[in-house]
């Protein structure tokens, strides 16, 4: 026996259904909630157990049922199983559109012309093209009307608008994805889970010339305020990722670490190691940096004072 609906086509179907409504109903953030909850990976076994299961029931109770029947009504119910479905809308739709003469009506639309045997055939256009057509033309009105009449915004407008916006969607996208991270848009990292991570570097590839204290060793002091390539994030950053003075100086450590611990490891550095005091510091290197964003100190107020000598006597 067939049904309508294949039961191959609709196990999957309500499969994914409940699937996609599952996804949808599940906050799981970025991730899947297939993913980030395995459970639900359970759940969609047991849904597709249970699908199949609905399926074998009810084949069971049609089959049952069918026994049930005289021989007249079994093959009046075979008959109308064996019947296909048509979309009859859909198909009468189809030959209007197509527009085209059914073969034994086309002596009506042939013509005199015969090369060789061939003959033509006087077909009209067909009423989908006319259609597609005459939405063409309504479309140029609008258009012309729109951008050359009443001159809505132009090309160049709106490429504007898009780019910028899209550079608002990169400045946002680069506030959450710290892996973009480079020495112009950098910021001190202020978070205990960055600086821990960036004293984990700083111990795994810095105290063989920094020390574990920051004091130096054969590399420079990094407790004091002297800086040799500048100080402050994003100069320590870019000497970081690209290395020291040329011949002397410290490699260039942007093939080994990543732009995000970069950027933790000099957090570290500005944060809890420098201004602190080490047990053997090396002698200062380079010029102290002052950070040429930071607002000036407020002039101290020059106060005045008279002093009164108690010996001197006024006069009138």
């Given at each position: 026996m067939k049904n309508k609906l294949l039961w191959w086509i609709r196990v999957p179907a309500l499969f994914f259904l409940i699937f996609g409504l599952m996804e949808y109903f599940i906050d799981s953030g970025k991730q899947p909630a297939i993913i980030a909850y395995p459970i639900t990976q359970f759940f969609m076994v047991l849904v597709l157990i249970i699908l199949i299961a609905i399926e074998l029931i009810l084949s069971s109770i049609e089959n049952v049922m069918f026994q049930?029947?005289?021989?007249?009504?079994?093959?009046?119910?075979?008959?109308?199983?064996?019947?296909?479905?048509?979309?009859?809308?859909?198909?009468?739709?189809?030959?209007?559109?197509?527009?085209?003469?059914?073969?034994?009506?086309?002596?009506?639309?042939?013509?005199?012309?015969?090369y060789d045997g061939i003959r033509e055939l006087d077909n009209k256009l067909p009423p989908w093209w006319v259609y597609l057509f005459y939405a063409s033309i309504v479309f140029a009105i609008v258009y012309l009307l729109r951008f050359h009449v009443f001159n809505d915004y132009t090309q160049i407008t709106e490429y504007e608008q898009e780019v910028a916006t899209a550079k608002l969607e990169i400045e946002e996208y680069k506030k959450t994805a710290k892996d973009l991270v480079d020495e112009d848009s950098v910021e001190l990292l202020a978070e205990s889970s960055d600086l821990s991570a960036g004293k984990k570097i700083f111990e795994s590839n810095c105290v063989a010339c920094h020390m574990v204290d920051g004091g130096g060793g054969i590399g420079p002091n990094l407790t004091d305020q002297n800086w040799i390539l500048g100080g402050g994030i994003k100069n320590v950053f870019h000497t970081i990722s690209e290395g020291g003075r040329d011949g002397k100086g410290m490699i260039a450590w942007k093939q080994t670490l990543k732009p995000l611990e970069i950027a933790q490891v000099a957090s570290y550095v500005l944060t809890e190691i420098n201004g602190k005091t080490p047990a053997n510091p090396k002698a200062a290197e380079g010029d102290i940096w002052v950070d040429p964003n930071a607002s000036a100190p407020a002039p101290a107020t020059e106060i005045q004072e008279q002093v009164t000598d108690s010996t001197s006597v006024v006069m009138n």
């Open positions: 049930t029947l005289s021989e007249e009504a079994k093959e009046r119910y075979l008959v109308s199983k064996a019947e296909k479905w048509e979309w009859k809308w859909g198909k009468e739709t189809y030959k209007k559109m197509l527009g085209s003469k059914p073969m034994e009506a086309e002596t009506e639309i042939i013509l005199d012309h015969n």
